[in-house]
T-cell receptor, first 113, second 116 residues
Framework: GQQLNQSPQSMFIQEGEDVSMNCTSSSIFNTWLWYKQDPGEGPVLLIALYKAGELTSNGRLTAQFGITRKDSFLNISASIPSDVGIYFCAGRPYTGTASKLTFGTGTRLQVTL | GAVVSQHPSRVICKSGTSVKIECRSLDFQATTMFWYRQFPKKSLMLMATSNEGSKATYEQGVEKDKFLINHASLTLSTLTVTSAHPEDSSFYIC????????????FGEGSRLTVL
């Protein structure tokens, strides 16, 4: 089946630093989504990408849909303590409400003052 | 964004009992909802696809008689963990997509089940 490898698995950074994480797939996806999950809560959608090469920003977050359609990147600029959490990439092979989402393994981000 | 709500957020039950978890889409209709299970420090694992008005589609390895899914209306799907055992203890999360074109999935707050 499809697998999404996300890296790094965890990161310890200082407040103010920029963060980069990526996600690679063994197969092509039509949609890439990035989520953040806080402890004990459901994932919250951060950014959605729909076209190969697309670059989309949401505040300090920027994500890109890889040209090959098999990878995606998320960057967080000037990190702050509330950025702490687990970030998941997720991909869908096609659009439509019944299309299943495959999740990456997650990147745990910890921000120190 | 769209709102998906789960209830209860936490439940503790005795081994052998059944527990029902509700997932509601509050501001849109969802013909399809998804149920996930998440173990500590792990990613989300898709359990089943809940289809309004028809049977759920289960992922390989998920026992359909153990995890009963009912999608009674366009805004409500329920997951019932039957004859729960301690190994069923987990974080269960539902999700739904509002827009067929974008395919963006919105998640509920999750329900933590502890089976004693």
């Amino acid at each position: 089946g499809q697998q999404l490898n996300q890296s790094p698995q965890s990161m310890f950074i200082q407040e103010g630093e920029d963060v980069s994480m990526n996600c690679t797939s063994s197969s092509i996806f039509n949609t890439w989504l990035w989520y953040k999950q806080d402890p004990g809560e459901g994932p919250v959608l951060l950014i959605a990408l729909y076209k190969a090469g697309e670059l989309t920003s949401n505040g300090r977050l920027t994500a890109q849909f890889g040209i090959t359609r098999k990878d995606s990147f998320l960057n967080i600029s000037a990190s702050i303590p509330s950025d702490v959490g687990i970030y998941f990439c997720a991909g869908r092979p096609y659009t439509g409400t019944a299309s299943k989402l495959t999740f990456g393994t997650g990147t745990r981000l910890q921000v120190t003052l | 964004g769209a709102v998906v709500s789960q209830h209860p957020s936490r439940v503790i039950c005795k081994s052998g009992t059944s527990v029902k978890i509700e997932c509601r889409s509050l501001d849109f209709q969802a013909t399809t909802m998804f149920w996930y299970r998440q173990f500590p420090k792990k990613s989300l694992m898709l359990m089943a696809t809940s289809n309004e008005g028809s049977k759920a589609t289960y992922e390989q390895g998920v026992e359909k008689d153990k995890f009963l899914i009912n999608h009674a209306s366009l805004t409500l799907s329920t997951l019932t963990v039957t004859s729960a055992h301690p190994e069923d203890s987990s974080f269960y999360i539902c999700s739904a997509s509002r827009d067929a074109n974008t395919g963006e999935l919105f998640f509920g707050e999750g329900s933590r089940l502890t089976v004693l």
